[in-house]
Protein backbone atom coordinates (compact mmCIF):
# COMPACT_ATOMS: atom_id res chain seq x y z
CA UNK A 1 0.00 0.00 0.00
CA UNK A 2 1.44 3.16 -0.96
CA UNK A 3 -1.39 5.63 0.27
CA UNK A 4 -3.73 5.08 3.17
CA UNK A 5 -6.61 6.92 3.68
CA UNK A 6 -8.41 7.34 6.73
CA UNK A 7 -11.25 9.66 8.58
CA UNK A 8 -14.47 8.64 7.12
CA UNK A 9 -17.75 8.52 8.85
CA UNK A 10 -21.49 8.79 8.94
CA UNK A 11 -22.04 12.87 9.48
CA UNK A 12 -25.31 15.04 9.51
CA UNK A 13 -25.30 18.03 7.55
CA UNK A 14 -23.33 20.68 8.36
CA UNK A 15 -21.25 18.88 10.13
CA UNK A 16 -17.25 18.85 9.59
CA UNK A 17 -15.20 16.25 9.31
CA UNK A 18 -11.39 15.63 8.17
CA UNK A 19 -9.75 12.83 5.98
CA UNK A 20 -6.06 11.89 6.36
CA UNK A 21 -4.22 10.07 3.33
CA UNK A 22 -0.97 9.36 4.66
CA UNK A 23 1.83 7.95 1.68
CA UNK A 24 4.45 4.78 2.58
CA UNK A 25 7.12 3.11 0.78
CA UNK A 26 9.92 5.57 0.55
CA UNK A 27 9.05 7.40 -1.69
CA UNK A 28 9.51 11.33 -1.20
CA UNK A 29 5.73 12.11 -1.40
CA UNK A 30 6.82 15.47 -0.30
CA UNK A 31 7.78 15.91 -4.71
CA UNK A 32 4.03 14.77 -5.35
CA UNK A 33 0.85 16.63 -5.90
CA UNK A 34 -1.65 15.11 -3.45
CA UNK A 35 -5.74 15.37 -4.08
CA UNK A 36 -8.90 13.74 -3.81
CA UNK A 37 -11.69 12.71 -5.49
CA UNK A 38 -14.74 10.81 -4.79
CA UNK A 39 -17.45 8.59 -6.15
CA UNK A 40 -20.72 9.14 -5.15
CA UNK A 41 -24.11 7.32 -5.73
CA UNK A 42 -25.08 7.57 -9.57
CA UNK A 43 -21.88 9.30 -10.52
CA UNK A 44 -18.67 8.31 -12.29
CA UNK A 45 -15.07 9.53 -9.95
CA UNK A 46 -15.69 13.01 -9.68
CA UNK A 47 -12.29 14.88 -8.79
CA UNK A 48 -12.43 16.87 -5.21
CA UNK A 49 -9.19 18.63 -4.71
CA UNK A 50 -5.71 18.67 -5.19
CA UNK A 51 -2.77 20.37 -3.38
CA UNK A 52 0.43 21.19 -5.21
CA UNK A 53 4.22 19.86 -4.20
CA UNK A 54 5.98 22.97 -2.60
CA UNK A 55 8.87 23.99 -4.90
CA UNK A 56 12.10 25.95 -2.84
CA UNK A 57 10.34 29.01 -1.11
CA UNK A 58 7.12 28.97 -3.14
CA UNK A 59 3.41 27.70 -1.44
CA UNK A 60 1.60 24.76 -2.87
CA UNK A 61 -1.35 25.71 -5.16
CA UNK A 62 -4.56 24.40 -4.42
CA UNK A 63 -7.17 23.40 -6.77
CA UNK A 64 -11.12 22.71 -5.62
CA UNK A 65 -13.56 21.26 -7.90
CA UNK A 66 -16.46 23.84 -8.10
CA UNK A 67 -18.76 21.61 -5.85
CA UNK A 68 -16.41 21.71 -2.40
CA UNK A 69 -14.85 25.56 -3.46
CA UNK A 70 -15.34 27.23 -0.26
CA UNK A 71 -16.29 24.63 2.09
CA UNK A 72 -13.48 21.86 1.58
CA UNK A 73 -9.71 22.67 2.56
CA UNK A 74 -6.65 20.48 1.59
CA UNK A 75 -3.55 21.04 3.31
CA UNK A 76 -0.08 18.94 3.47
CA UNK A 77 2.56 18.25 6.00
CA UNK A 78 5.19 16.97 4.50
CA UNK A 79 6.81 15.86 7.51
CA UNK A 80 4.43 13.47 8.28
CA UNK A 81 3.73 12.40 4.25
CA UNK A 82 0.21 12.89 5.19
CA UNK A 83 -2.40 15.43 2.92
CA UNK A 84 -5.84 16.23 5.04
CA UNK A 85 -9.27 16.81 3.49
CA UNK A 86 -11.27 19.52 6.23
CA UNK A 87 -14.65 19.39 4.93
CA UNK A 88 -17.18 21.60 5.98
CA UNK A 89 -20.79 21.89 5.97
CA UNK A 90 -20.94 19.04 4.61
CA UNK A 91 -24.20 18.26 2.60
CA UNK A 92 -25.91 15.32 1.32
CA UNK A 93 -24.38 15.08 -1.69
CA UNK A 94 -21.28 14.73 -0.31
CA UNK A 95 -22.21 11.31 0.57
CA UNK A 96 -19.55 9.25 -1.53
CA UNK A 97 -16.13 7.03 -1.35
CA UNK A 98 -13.48 9.44 -1.25
CA UNK A 99 -10.17 8.56 -2.78
CA UNK A 100 -6.36 9.99 -2.18
CA UNK A 101 -4.40 9.87 -5.12
CA UNK A 102 -0.86 11.18 -6.01
CA UNK A 103 1.69 12.23 -9.12
CA UNK A 104 4.41 13.44 -9.29
CA UNK A 105 3.70 15.46 -12.76
CA UNK A 106 1.63 17.71 -10.37
CA UNK A 107 -1.98 19.16 -10.75
CA UNK A 108 -2.86 18.41 -14.42
CA UNK A 109 -2.04 14.73 -13.54
CA UNK A 110 -5.58 15.20 -11.73
CA UNK A 111 -7.71 16.54 -14.38
CA UNK A 112 -10.29 14.94 -16.70
CA UNK A 113 -8.24 13.57 -19.25
CA UNK A 114 -5.85 11.97 -17.06
CA UNK A 115 -5.22 9.78 -14.45
CA UNK A 116 -2.92 10.09 -11.51
CA UNK A 117 -0.09 7.00 -10.63
CA UNK A 118 -0.95 6.26 -7.03
CA UNK A 119 -4.22 5.88 -5.35
CA UNK A 120 -5.60 5.13 -2.11
CA UNK A 121 -8.13 2.93 -0.80
CA UNK A 122 -11.49 4.86 -0.51
CA UNK A 123 -12.56 5.88 2.74
CA UNK A 124 -16.19 6.20 3.17
CA UNK A 125 -17.89 9.54 3.90
CA UNK A 126 -21.79 9.80 4.33
CA UNK A 127 -24.19 13.22 5.40
CA UNK A 128 -27.55 11.75 6.51
CA UNK A 129 -29.79 13.56 8.62
Known amino acids: VQLQASGGGLMKPGDSLTLSCAGF?????????MGWFRRTPGKEREFVGV????????????FYADSVKGRFRISRDDAKDTVYLQMNSLKPEDTGLYYC??????????????????WGQGTQVTVSS
Open 51 to 62: ISAVIGVRDSDT
Open 101 to 118: AADIRGPPAFESDSNPDY
Open 25 to 33: GGRYWSNYA
